[in-house]
Nanobody, 127 residues
Framework: QVQLVESGGGLVQAGDSLRLSCAAS????????VGWFRQAPGKEREFVAG????????YYVDPVRGRFSISRDNAKNTVYLQMNGLKPEDTAVYYC????????????????????WGQGTQVTVSS
């Protein structure tokens, strides 16, 4: 079992930056692909960014490409989502997720491709 806990959300102004953390326990997160999703009020949960277990493959959706980036600190068993140039449309609850199996080389964009989920962290960007 993998337990995931997100942190780092908050209220910021447009153009600011935030770094979200996804801390894992129970398993070594470096063995897993990780996806970041977000859900805005009244909208479905959507994929934002993801990386394969070895970070050989990363994928970002168009609205965040060039502004968001994923990194790992294996010593802390943590994955980060660095978010720069935040926009009001980035306002949402952000979730990190991991697949059931380790060593996944593909970055899955569907929520159904993930088994482990954190509780989410709220990001609010004011204009």
């Amino acid at each position: 079992q993998v337990q995931l806990v997100e942190s780092g959300g908050g209220l910021v102004q447009a153009g600011d930056s935030l770094r979200l953390s996804c801390a894992a326990s129970g398993r070594t997160l470096s063995s897993y692909a990780v996806g970041w999703f977000r859900q805005a009020p009244g909208k479905e949960r959507e994929f934002v960014a993801g990386t394969s277990w070895s970070d050989a493959t990363s994928y970002y959706v168009d609205p965040v490409r060039g502004r968001f980036s994923i990194s790992r600190d294996n010593a802390k068993n943590t994955v980060y989502l660095q978010m720069n140039g935040l926009k009001p449309e980035d306002t949402a609850v952000y979730y990190c997720a991991g697949p059931e199996r380790r060593y996944t080389t593909k970055v899955r964009t569907a929520a159904s491709g993930y088994h482990y989920w954190g509780q989410g962290t709220q990001v609010t960007v004011s204009s």
